[in-house]
């Protein structure tokens, strides 16, 4: 999807351990986002990042941290799975100054 | 606060029927507002968006949308709906000349035969 890649595709994880997910750019956008999808909800805002070690909290960014150490790769960690975090998380990137952003395939997480 | 609402969850359409999916956002002095559809597994697809000009704007798959500063709405519409077109379908706002996207709860259309 417009150079976005994430990985893993699919996780099955147990309760209380560390995840990370991985979002890799082809495209050189100076901001990054991780989103997560339940259903009723939309899409929430984790974290997002607006440059090489500068990231700031979404909406919904408790149990979440982030690093991103070069422009292309934004990490999104689970400190601790709880099963409250079993979502789909979709990495994005805005493509212009409108807002227009673009999404990856999303990460489909379970924590059991 | 900003919010963006999207008045129903799931629209269940006839095939060749039109159909409007409703999008309301809390009001702003600057917005861009932009449709995403998301085809089952698959990742968010832009739709449309609207920048400023003509308030009605066309986007992929034959859909439109009108701006509507007065009601602070942003309706999709389709003249006539297919199959290919079940789908669940988000209504985003960007406040702040080019922030970041925050999202309605998506609505769910179903087309049937």
């Known amino acids: 999807d417009a150079g976005i890649t994430q990985s893993p595709r699919h996780k099955v994880t147990e309760t209380g351990t560390p995840v990370t997910l991985r979002c890799h750019q082809t495209e050189n956008h100076r901001y990054m986002y991780w989103y997560r999808q339940d259903p009723g909800h939309g899409l929430r805002l984790i974290h997002y990042s607006y440059g090489v070690k500068d990231t700031d909290k979404g909406e919904v960014s408790d149990g979440y941290s982030v690093s991103r150490s070069k422009t292309e790769d934004f990490l999104l960690t689970l400190e601790s799975a709880t099963s409250s975090q079993t979502s789909v998380y979709f990495c994005a990137i805005r493509v212009d100054m409108t807002g227009e952003t673009t999404f990856g395939s999303g990460t489909r997480l379970t924590v059991v | 606060a900003q919010s963006v609402t999207q008045l129903d969850s799931q629209v269940p359409v006839f095939e060749e029927a039109p159909v409007e999916l409703r999008c309301n956002y809390s009001?702003?002095?600057?917005?861009?507002l932009f449709w995403y559809v998301q085809y089952p597994n698959q990742g968010l697809q832009l739709l449309l968006k609207y920048l400023s000009g003509s308030t009605l704007v066309k986007g992929i798959n034959g859909f439109e949308a009108e701006f509507n500063k007065s009601q602070t709405s942003f309706h999709l519409r389709k003249p006539s709906v297919h199959i290919s077109d079940t789908a669940e379908y988000f209504c985003a706002v960007s406040y702040n000349q080019g922030g970041k996207l925050i999202f309605g709860q998506g609505t769910e259309l179903s087309v049937k035969p």
């Open positions: 009001s702003s002095v600057s917005v861009y």
